[in-house]
């Protein structure tokens, strides 16, 4: 069964650094492409960020992009979201996602960590 | 920027047809895909590629295309389908997956 742990969430103030971290389980994690997708409390599905299998194609949402940086570790299975200069916009729930290899779909989805940034 | 426009809100009644549109001048170049999700819960995948379904989803789910707007049908329509339902595709040119606002589906 495919499972992705979020972790590292928290309230921190404006201004902080923040280190996302997801841990995958029952799939060759090195084989895919990840995601993040955050969601603002009652707002719609924002993607983040983008890496591929091997960690060498990376992209960014405009939103994020110089301040956010995603990694991935294969060996460990776990992929990774730096978040600076956090700004009380990016308080959401953020989501590791899996895409799929065919379509490029988000086929499987953790169950989130809650971000707040607030002074 | 370029955005997938889909209706805030559609409704339904038990047992009736819901259709949730997505539209782009960019779809049709790369297949759209649909997401479920339910309150306090993460998105579900309904339909990939336009019109493909994992196994583990009902056929009451079934996607389309037809130029420039992508479908989402639900048919024979329960309870337990109201949620947020958001269409995704992946944009070459700016090399950003796009999602849409999502839609509102009330049973009424």
């Known amino acids: 069964e495919v499972q992705l742990v979020e972790s590292g969430g928290g309230l921190l103030q404006p201004g902080g650094s923040l280190r996302l971290s997801c841990a995958a389980s029952g799939f060759t994690f090195g084989s895919f492409p990840m995601d993040w997708v955050r969601q603002a409390p009652g707002k719609g599905l924002e993607w983040v960020s983008y890496i591929n299998s091997a960690g060498k194609s990376i992209y960014y949402a405009d939103s994020v992009k110089g301040r956010f940086t995603v990694s991935r570790d294969n060996a460990k299975n776990s992929l990774y979201l730096e978040m600076n200069s956090l700004r009380a916009e990016d308080s959401a729930v953020y989501y590791c996602?899996?895409?799929?290899?065919?379509?490029?779909?988000?086929?499987?989805w953790g169950q989130g960590t809650l971000v707040t940034v607030s002074s | 920027s370029y955005v997938l426009t889909q209706p805030p809100s559609v409704s339904a009644a038990p047992g009736q047809t819901a259709r949730i549109t997505c539209g782009g001048n960019r779809i049709g170049s790369i297949g759209v895909h649909w997401y479920q999700q339910k309150p306090g819960q993460a998105p579900v995948l309904l339909v990939y590629d336009d019109s493909d379904r994992p196994s583990q989803i009902p056929e009451r789910f079934s996607g389309s295309r037809s130029g420039s707007t992508a479908t989402l049908t639900i048919t024979r329509v329960e309870a337990g389908d109201e949620a947020d339902y958001y269409c995704h595709m992946w944009d070459h040119i700016s090399e950003h997956h796009l999602l849409g606002g999502g839609t509102k589906l009330t049973v009424l």
């Open positions: 996602v899996r895409d799929g290899l065919v379509a490029g779909d988000f086929d499987h």
